[in-house]
């Protein structure tokens, strides 16, 4: 395969900027103060201009195109929604496609079909950034024909080596972009009611196959851990690829964990061996990898058991979480939001915890390992769900000979309720944290020891939760 030309920021500039029929419509007027009237006018009166792109070839589609996104993208986001509906950006398909299937063949592109590439992914994530209103995207993003050639792609990364080259790393770049609005698309739909939590499933095989490639194995192995940064194939197979199911939540979730999981889950062990002993060395990139690592074992868990019930054939990982959960890198560095990649990873990992924990073997193998102290540590937190989490997992996993030795533990049944009250002090639609207080203090041996030693601390408020 011949290597693909330099291309450079003064190319894309010169692209932006030619003069050309479309533009000298509006050249004395910047884009960013265009109005939305003025937008749409602009748009409707070169229908004739549209409409020949159907007789042209793709190089002269691109060509035309290229006038019209050049000003798009400079527009305001509120002006470029008002305009979200019209025609043109249905337009934008058939060379989108064309692109992508060609990439795909290993095909080399023109320095203004790549700038198209860019540009059509970066006006989709503006439409996604500027409005929480799917409906507002493209439909043409959610069709079959779509789909399933973003489909072709993900198996041609995922099994092809011709993406190892340096010369795809920009094209990869903006299909990851694309792949991300996909993920920001799934995450508008949180009520696993919603009829269109399935509108992306025809992407989902074709993500898994991506994960469980020797592809995300060789990325995952040959990350250096003392790097802040990621490379372009790093964030596709260690961040964007499991970031798309952990978004999804529609009705093939335990089937796709069960899949998952049952695949991979000796060769996350085999890798958190190789890596945790050196956990003081991790910078934010590998501790990223590890924290999405982890949040796509834990997806579903709250749900469904399989993921719990998998894990509790690799005790071996739980011992790392664990040990992680107990470095100072981690618990010296925690803020009051998740505004760094420590408390992130704090964070997912007690989450983790949490939902393991209700396998049995998983139970018995934190208790055995007496981590209370580590859990106790972390209630000091000021970010409120971790010292909650941190609650949960002291209650079911202290053992009764640490609360005999405990100088004070009813003082830590105090914290707790103090924490459910303020948790249900403070409005939210989210009562998942009201509900792991509670568990906490119902039917728990930590609290049911302490009130039969006849520790008496606000009976009444505990009976009417």
């Not at 069709?143 to 080596?161: E, H, P, R």
Request: one cysteine or more; charged letters at 20%.
């Amino acid at each position: 395969m011949k290597p693909s030309k330099q291309f450079n920021s003064s190319q894309y500039s010169s692209l932006s900027t030619r003069q050309t029929d479309f533009q000298s419509f509006i050249i004395n007027k910047d884009p960013k103060t265009i109005s939305n009237s003025e937008l749409k006018k602009l748009l409707d009166q070169h229908p004739k201009q549209l409409n020949k792109m159907r007789h042209k070839s793709s190089q002269q589609q691109i060509s035309i195109l290229i006038d019209f996104m050049s000003t798009l993208y400079r527009v305001p986001k509120s002006t470029l929604l008002s305009v979200a509906h019209n025609k043109f950006f249905t337009l934008l398909q058939f060379p989108f496609t064309d692109l992508l299937r060609r990439w795909c063949r290993s095909s080399d592109l023109t320095d203004n079909e790549i700038y198209m590439f860019r540009t059509i992914v970066k006006l989709i994530k503006r439409f996604l950034k500027a409005t929480d209103a799917n409906e507002l995207l493209p439909s043409w993003l959610l069709d079959t024909t779509f789909l399933n050639t973003v489909a072709d792609c993900l198996t041609y990364i995922a099994t092809s080596k011709e993406f190892l080259y340096d010369k795809n790393n920009r094209l990869l770049k903006y299909f990851t972009r694309l792949i991300d609005s996909y993920v920001r698309y799934q995450e508008f739909f949180d009520d696993e009611n919603h009829s269109n939590k399935d509108a992306l499933v025809l992407l989902l095989d074709p993500i898994l196959q991506c994960l469980t490639s020797s592809r995300y194995i060789d990325t995952f192995t040959n990350i250096s851990q003392d790097k802040k940064s990621m490379t372009t194939n790093e964030k596709f197979f260690l961040l964007k690829c499991p970031s798309f199911v952990i978004s999804y939540k529609g009705l093939r979730l335990e089937q796709t964990m069960n899949n998952l999981l049952s695949t991979m889950l000796p060769q996350y062990v085999t890798l958190l061996d190789k890596i945790v002993p050196a956990v003081q060395n991790w910078k934010r990139a590998m501790t990223r990898s590890v924290q999405y690592l982890l949040k796509t074992i834990n997806h579903g868990a709250d749900q469904f058991q399989i993921n719990a019930k998998l894990v509790s054939k690799h005790l071996s990982l739980i011992d790392h979480v664990l040990k992680l959960v107990n470095e100072p890198i981690f618990y010296n560095n925690l803020e009051e939001t998740l505004s760094n990649s420590e408390t992130n990873f704090m964070n997912t990992a007690i989450s983790f915890l949490v939902n393991m924990i209700s396998e049995p073997a998983i139970l018995a193998q934190v208790k055995e390992s007496q981590v209370t102290p580590v859990f106790l540590r972390l209630t000091s937190c000021q970010y409120k769900p971790l010292v909650i989490n941190a609650y949960n997992l002291i209650a079911d996993t202290t053992r009764e000979e640490d609360i005999k030795e405990m100088d004070k533990p009813g003082q830590l049944l105090e914290n707790i309720i103090d924490s459910l009250k303020t948790t249900l002090q403070q409005p939210s639609k989210d009562t998942s944290h009201h509900e792991q207080l509670l568990e906490t203090l119902k039917g728990n041996q930590f609290c049911a020891y302490i009130f039969h030693t006849n520790f008496h601390l606000e009976y009444d408020y505990i009976q009417c939760c």
